[in-house]
């Protein structure tokens, strides 16, 4: 879910003005999970615009705060979102660790860098969400360490029903600063959408397994 709509426009618009939304409709991009995408998200490239990269952080640390008065501390999920994950520890003063997909092939193999806090849960940031799984993969990797996970935070979602129902059966929480729908009502702006292409990229959301060009 979003945080709520006034930022979910204020971040969609500062994404779009870096260019870190591509759109190709005859050359998909193909995700991880073999999934054929018009739209690419890279929000990495927030990292290279000091004012944006500090209004992403400032947003989800205020979230963050609001909502988890006790102890935590902060995880982010690499590679994509260890630089912000950083920075919205700092921003609340918190402790810093990141997870890898897999444990690491060499040297002491771990899976999860940084000190581990006995008995004190965490918060996990994202850059963005799509089909959950790999943020959830984080999240497994932390439990089975003994520790306890209060939320997913994520830049940007793709609000996929496939993700939705992945969080449901794990039994976690995500939240995003902007999502799908709202990116596609801001993008006209920035973007030279015709309808056919619009209608393109609606129907790919509504079954991205199935979606051809």
Excluded at 47 to 55: Q, V
Excluded at 104 to 125: C, D, M, N, S, T
Excluded at 154 to 182: H, M, R, W
Aim: hydrophobic share 40%.
């Amino acid at each position: 879910m979003i945080i709520n709509e006034k930022l979910a426009i204020q971040t969609a618009e500062l994404l779009l003005q870096v260019n870190a939304i591509k759109l190709n409709i005859e050359k998909p991009f193909i995700w991880s999970s073999g999934i054929k995408s018009p739209i690419y998200c890279d929000n990495r490239l927030v990292l290279s615009y000091p004012k944006i990269r500090k209004f992403i952080s400032n947003e989800i640390s205020k979230f963050i705060k609001s909502n988890f008065q006790k102890d935590f501390y902060v995880a982010g999920v690499a590679t994509g979102s260890i630089a912000i994950g950083m920075l919205i520890a700092e921003n609340l003063k918190k402790p810093f660790i990141y997870v890898r997909p897999e444990p690491k092939g060499h040297g002491a193999g771990k899976q999860i860098e940084g000190i581990v806090l006995e008995k004190v849960p965490v918060v996990v940031i994202e850059d963005l969400i799509s089909t959950g799984k790999s943020s959830l993969k984080a999240v497994e990797a932390l439990q089975k360490n003994g520790i306890e996970v209060l939320g997913v935070f994520a830049i940007f979602s793709y609000g996929l029903e496939v993700a939705k129902s992945n969080f449901e059966k794990a039994n976690q929480k995500f939240y995003s600063l902007s999502n799908f729908s709202t990116l596609i009502k801001c993008s006209k702006k920035h973007m030279d959408f015709s309808q056919e292409d619009l209608d393109k990229v609606n129907s790919w959301k509504k079954s991205p397994t199935n979606w051809k060009v």
